[in-house]
């Protein structure tokens, strides 16, 4: 999890230095206030603009308004920048979650990108955001969204959600990033997969097989048992 993190961190860093056209958004400060910071991201230049950005990131949770305005209504590298920025506050940038995950909509793939990265940085509060783009037609949302769930630890509280959301899961759709959340919720789980695994079909049931398995509960073996005399293809699960 925390290497997850870095990884995003040196990404985020990476990119905000590419918009700026490789010229140090250090070399002098452009804003030394909030307000200051949300009249420079409007700035018609991007080596401004980024710059703004990296600053707005000490004002943490008061400066989500303005990146979340940037996300929606900014230029192109605006909106890849203010995502990217949401991504390095994590949990302080939770007030974003509903335009980020409308930001996964986006017409250009790296601002879809650096959304869902900012959604799984902020982590829980975005699980049932991340989980409503897990069945999107489109394959790369879909894989962003559950790679991102994986790094967010389950809270039994999302249980009904992340179980209806494998309910709902197409054959074509990776469910890792479902089944390891779900896992990640404990003995909580158990009864309502248990239950799935009875009349839901063939890939959900493989699906319910791995979380159940991820939660470690030793109450998972006789109902997993039962189950697999009556399916032993499962065994290899």
Not at 113 to 123: D, F, P, Q, V
Not at 151 to 157: E, R, S
């Amino acid at each position: 999890k925390a290497k997850s993190i870095m990884n995003k961190k040196i990404y985020f860093a990476a990119l905000i230095f590419a918009i700026a056209g490789g010229r140090s958004i250090y070399a002098k400060p452009v804003c030394g206030t909030l307000d200051e910071c949300g009249a420079a991201v409007r700035s018609a230049d991007a080596a401004t603009r980024a710059a703004a950005m990296d600053k707005l990131k000490v004002y943490k949770s008061s400066a989500v308004p303005i990146l979340t305005e940037a996300l929606k209504a900014g230029a192109t590298d605006t909106r890849m920048l203010a995502a990217a920025t949401l991504g390095e506050m994590g949990p302080a940038a939770k007030d974003a979650v509903p335009a980020l995950a409308e930001a996964l909509k986006d017409a250009d793939a790296l601002v879809r990108r650096n959304s869902a990265a900012a959604l799984g940085n902020i982590g829980a509060p975005a699980v049932p955001a991340l989980i409503r783009f897990v069945t999107d037609p489109r394959e790369s949302v879909r894989e962003r969204a559950a790679f991102e769930l994986r790094d967010i630890p389950g809270d039994p509280a999302h249980v009904p959600v992340l179980i209806a959301a494998l309910r709902a899961l197409p054959p074509e759709v990776d469910p890792r990033g479902l089944t390891e959340v779900l896992g990640g919720c404990g003995a909580v789980i158990v009864g309502p997969l248990i239950e799935a695994l009875r009349d839901a079909p063939e890939h959900q049931r493989r699906a319910s097989v791995r979380a159940l398995a991820r939660t470690g509960d030793p109450a998972i073996l006789a109902p997993l048992v039962s189950v697999l005399r009556m399916r032993p293809v499962w065994a290899d699960e």
